[in-house]
């Protein structure tokens, strides 16, 4: 059964820069699309980034060019190199993985707060 587990999440000042980690258990690793949602307290869990098991990247408006996901298959972890950190950044974020349609598996999250 697949497992995610995020490490990473922290305390930054605004304008700084955090890189979240997301390692998976699991022998498929390089054939699943994987993601980062985050949610605000007070709103719904949110789509970050996708990268798909075909190096696909999308991203969500307010965080490209700012974000950058990526994965190395030989360590079943997936990253989020987070840059120009702002304080509307701040939630938890979630790490998700699924294969082609199928259901999303979620991590169980890390904080990320931005300090003005």
């Known amino acids: 059964q697949l497992q995610l587990v995020e490490s990473g999440g922290d305390l930054v000042q605004a304008g700084g820069s955090l890189r979240l980690s997301c390692a998976a258990s699991g022998s498929i690793f390089g054939l699943l699309i994987v993601g980062w949602f985050r949610q605000a307290p007070g709103k719904q869990r949110e789509y970050v980034a996708l990268l798909s098991n075909e190096d696909a990247r999308t991203y969500k408006d307010s965080v490209k060019g700012r974000f950058t996901i990526s994965r190395d298959n030989t360590k079943s972890t997936v990253y989020l190199q987070m840059n120009s950190l702002k304080p509307e950044d701040t939630a938890v974020y979630y790490c998700?993985?699924?294969?082609?349609?199928?259901?999303?598996?979620w991590g169980q999250g890390t904080q990320v707060t931005v300090s003005s």
């Open positions: 998700a993985a699924r294969i082609a349609a199928g259901e999303w598996t």
